[in-house]
């Protein structure tokens, strides 16, 4: 357990083992944590590192926050660590940060793996709907905390963590562990600096990411089965993997066979430079 301190914030990470440098980068109101059940598949296989994005979990969060910045701020850490070469995971909101890395540091990516991942947006301005939503969110956290925000976004619960409690009761703990890491007053200038952003068009750039890519999509989280088939039809070097009876927390649901994809991408790359 470490900090890096960069020229605004602390940066927590962690690493264990040794091997392909696999870096694991997390999902939004989530933190490396989300990570602790796949430790006993990449243990001895890989030199793991965990981040708490800028925001979430024990790091900070300053003026600035986007996938631009966190993207930077993963850079800057793997230059500290003296890492030259790594496999990079992107979950969910992380997936333009992972995809940032591979436009902006191409000679770093062996292997670059999506997963259940937003697409990066194409430039515009957060909505008059959006900016309601968030708003609210934003309310929730500075009166009432993370666990009120969280029941009431329906992350400690509700549709959205059904298959994911359903298909492995015993992840809630864990869960509720990694939603009560975050601070609510980070979360809510989080909220407060993505609706205020204006973020790069990482959309149009899809193209020109070289890196081989394995993109993983839940077969019922539907939207992001529509995000998935977009990105693989953009990134040249790509390939799409439909997981059955999966949603979005596919790698939680069944951290074995989440493990077992990763594992297997990984050996098929190896060490391989993007060209």
């Given at each position: 357990m470490s900090y890096l301190q960069l020229s605004d914030i602390k940066l927590y990470y962690e690493q264990y083992s040794r091997g392909p440098n696999l870096v694991l980068l997390h999902g939004f109101s989530l933190n490396s944590l989300m990570w602790e059940p796949h430790r006993e598949f990449f243990e001895?296989?890989?030199r793991v590192t965990l981040i708490d994005l800028r925001g979430f979990g024990k790091s900070g969060v300053s003026d600035r926050w986007s996938h631009e910045v966190m993207a930077e701020d993963v850079w800057q850490l793997l230059k500290h660590l003296k890492i030259e070469k790594a496999t990079i995971v992107g979950f969910s909101m992380s997936g333009p940060t992972a995809m940032g890395l591979a436009l902006e540091h191409?000679?770093?990516i062996t292997g670059l793996i999506l997963v259940s991942s937003?697409?990066?947006?194409?430039?515009?301005?957060?909505?008059e709907a959006e900016r309601k939503e968030i708003a609210l969110d934003m309310a929730v956290l500075e009166t009432e905390g993370i666990e009120a925000w969280a029941k009431n976004a329906g992350i400690l619960d509700g549709v959205v963590m059904g298959p994911l409690f359903e298909r492995n009761p015993g992840i809630k703990p864990l869960w509720e562990r990694i939603i009560s890491r975050n601070e609510a007053e980070n979360l809510a200038k989080v909220l407060k600096l993505k609706m205020a952003n204006k973020p790069l068009n990482?959309?149009?750039?899809?193209g020109e990411i070289k890196s081989p890519t394995l993109i993983v999509a839940g077969e019922k989280d539907s939207s992001f089965v529509d995000a998935s088939r977009n990105l693989s039809r953009r990134?040249?070097?790509?390939e799409l993997m439909i997981i059955r009876d999966s949603g979005h927390m596919l790698s939680l649901e069944n951290p074995k066979s989440f493990a077992s994809v990763l594992i297997d991408f990984m050996d098929e790359v190896g060490q391989v430079v993007p060209t």
């Open positions: 001895d296989r890989f191409p000679d770093l937003i697409l990066p947006l194409a430039g515009k301005r957060t909505t990482w959309r149009s750039q899809l990134i040249p070097n790509s």
